[in-house]
């Protein structure tokens, strides 16, 4: 891994409108460079809006669209992790993650777990992703698990064994429920949730929420950068736009992975063993 | 009990941020506010005052002639604690020359009358002062169906509507809404001598616990009356009041012809390209 001098854009995208999120994106970028970031990080779906509903087909662009070419050529500025709705070839829509680098897709991460409960209805419009990927990049190894991905521990588990040194989490979380020490419920479980992925994985833990409503939903931001010890290095504020700004250093990751050898301990081939018996026992009925 | 109280410094700045957040994106910059002098309306004036400017908020007090003169009274209070716009439109003519044909209605038909009464003014002001009409029921209210329908009900944008009855109280306090409006037994002031938990039948204290089991802890009723904490004919007679008005929170039901339906396969943000 190489040291990363990494920025969040904290955002509030409008709802469906590419062509006001897209400048957004720009200028977003431009205060990226002003504080000489090395990598841009943008919030799930930043490039469309969260509650798309049955606006998905009209906001969704195939890789080849001039508006996707347009954020990949922003991407010669500053390496961008971007969300849009991703339209394939057999026209099955994805809530999508791109890491773009020069010009270019450097990887593509498509939402697995769609949260289809409560608030949210994903299911109904998006079909899911069916891999977990760790990627090389210029900076190291990184992995992308958007929002709901990162409630399953299989997912963050997955990414880290696959060698990410930092985990990338597009997030658009509407608050809800009482909150005692955030602002809501749900945002006091996500950082707990975080904090505890980079601690157990050893990992740097990269969590990009948006703010702003949508009808009536607050995205609460808060957006953080963890340390592999599980210790908050940055932390934007809750509810308001913002660029937050943070330095990751290798050499931090070396020294928790020298005190806390977690991932070198790591029993793989049991872990298969025990999820095919599990999934036998389950496909088989006793 | 459950504990309903709120971290007011944050719900307070949600709630002014959804405000002018909305008001906004509907291509709006001013509210108006039917101001009853009760908590509700209070808190909802105070709110949209800081977020908007108390400037863009306008009141308009309504009073028929067998409402309370103390109503008036505290509904002025907001108005000067404020120092926002109002206007006084009485609806007695227009209450009394309709029932002039019907003297036969009983005061439920004619405070829901007052209620559409004020209902329709409100809309016309919202045209008349390109203000969006700004809800004041609050969750309570909503869940009970304790409200008329296309009445009081009826607004384009509402920021206490997740908030129960005992929570709008302590909002209250912390955005320092006159202490009178805050501690005065709530009422719709429909009829004299009225209040709503005498109409209820609990108190917002009770009602409010039993909601809060009942909607977000989503308790099976038969396994809230076995923890013994309500009396079982308070939360049978919560959730029937809760399943009977369901109807008074949706659009009208309409009958499926076509392959997309409004809003049931027809189906965008309110929100859609704003």
Redesign the interface.
């Known amino acids: 891994m190489q040291p990363i001098r990494l920025a969040i854009g904290q955002i509030a995208p ?4 590419l062509d006001r999120n897209f400048a957004l994106h720009e200028r977003v970028v431009e205060g990226a460079l002003a504080r000489s970031a090395q990598l841009l990080v943008f919030p799930e779906l930043s490039l469309t809006g969260y ?5 998905v087909p009209t906001a969704a662009l195939q890789l080849s669209a001039p508006m996707f070419r347009k954020l990949c050529d922003l991407s010669r500025r500053i390496p961008l992790v971007v969300g849009f709705v991703e339209e394939d070839a057999g026209h099955r829509f994805y809530n999508a993650a791109a890491y773009l680098e020069d010009g270019d897709v450097c990887h593509l991460h498509r939402k697995v777990y769609l949260p289809t409960y409560g608030i949210f209805d994903e299911a109904r419009y998006l079909a899911s992703g069916d891999r977990i990927r760790a990627f090389d990049t210029a900076f190291g190894r990184i992995a992308l698990l958007t929002c709901e991905d990162l409630w399953h521990p299989a997912a963050p588990a997955l990414a880290s064994w696959d060698g990410a040194e930092v985990l990338i989490c597009p997030s658009a979380s509407p ?1 809800r429920g ?3 020490e955030a ?2 419920g749900n945002a006091g479980t996500w950082e707990r949730t975080i904090r505890t992925w980079a601690d157990l994985l050893t990992t740097y833990v990269v969590y990009a929420n948006r703010v ?5 939903a ?1 995205f609460w931001g808060g957006s953080e950068v963890v340390s592999p010890g599980g210790e908050p290095l940055a932390k934007a504020r ?2 308001e736009e913002e660029l937050l700004r943070a330095d990751l250093d290798p050499g931090l990751l070396r020294r928790v992975r020298i005190a806390n050898p977690l991932l070198r301990d790591e029993r793989l081939d049991l872990t298969q063993r025990e999820l095919a018996r599990i999934l036998r026992v389950r496909h088989e009925g006793s | 009990m459950a ?5 007011c410094g ?1 719900v307070r ?2 709630l002014t ?2 405000l002018a ?2 008001v906004r994106k509907a291509g709006f910059v001013r509210v108006v506010v039917g101001l009853s002098g009760g908590v509700d309306s209070s808190l909802a004036a105070f709110l949209a005052a800081e977020a908007l400017g108390a400037e863009n908020v306008f009141g308009l007090l309504m009073p028929y002639r067998s409402s309370s003169p103390e109503s008036a009274a505290h509904a002025e209070l907001v108005v000067s604690a404020l120092g926002m716009q109002s206007l006084t439109v009485p609806i007695t003519p227009m209450v009394d020359a309709y029932f002039g044909g019907f003297p036969e209605a009983d005061q439920v038909r004619r405070g829901n009358k007052m209620a559409r009464e004020r209902m329709s003014i409100l809309f016309d002001h919202s045209a008349r002062l390109a203000a969006l009409v700004l809800g004041t029921s609050n969750k309570t209210e909503l869940l009970l169906g304790y409200g008329t329908q296309f009445g009081d009900m009826a607004s384009a944008v509402n920021p206490l509507g997740d908030l129960y009855k005992t929570q709008v109280r302590q909002l209250s306090r912390d955005l320092k809404v006159p202490q009178a409006i805050i501690e005065k037994q709530p009422s719709a002031d429909l009829w004299e001598g009225q209040t709503d938990e005498a109409e209820l039948g609990f108190t917002y204290e009770e009602v409010d616990q039993v909601l809060y089991y009942l909607v977000d802890q989503r308790y099976e009723i038969a396994d809230l009356i076995g923890r013994g904490l309500f009396d079982e004919r308070i939360v049978r007679a919560v959730s029937r009041r809760v399943q009977q008005s369901q109807y008074k929170r949706r659009l009208p039901v309409i009958a499926k012809i076509s392959s997309r339906t409004i809003d049931r396969d ?9």
């Open positions: 409008a709802l469906g409108d509650f798309l509903k049955d606006q608050g009482l909150g005692r602002p809501f702003g409503y949508e009808d009536g607050c809750y509810l | 504990d309903l109280t709120l971290d944050v700045k949600v941020g959804f957040n909305e027809f189906r965008y943000a309110r929100d859609w390209g704003r």
